[in-house]
């Protein structure tokens, strides 16, 4: 997993790393993390759903990152959210 920032590289799921079947995340696949704290996460969040919409994505998933998004704006109402520094 290749993260954009050299620090996220210790952020690694022991049990796929080195996945070959094509289900986990391979060691040279680029990943983009966001976290709650960067003021562009909500923001993001919903511009995937609406793109995951135009490409018929599930509708379960949809609903996970509508979720996933309530509890990111809970979260910020007592962590202000910040720049991103990535």
Known sequence: ?????KDYQRIQDPL???DKN?????????VFLLRAQD?????ML???ISMAKL???????IQMLRQ???TAKLWQLSHPP?????
């Open 16 to 18: 796929t790393k080195d």
């Open 82 to 86: 910040k720049t991103p520094d990535v």
């Open 68 to 70: 996933h998004i309530e």
């Open 1 to 5: 997993m290749i993260h954009a920032r």
């Open 39 to 43: 003021r562009l996460f909500v923001p």
């Open 46 to 48: 919903t511009a995937y």
């Open 55 to 61: 490409i018929g994505c599930d509708a379960t998933m």
């Open 22 to 30: 094509g289900k986990g995340i391979g060691r040279d696949e680029p």
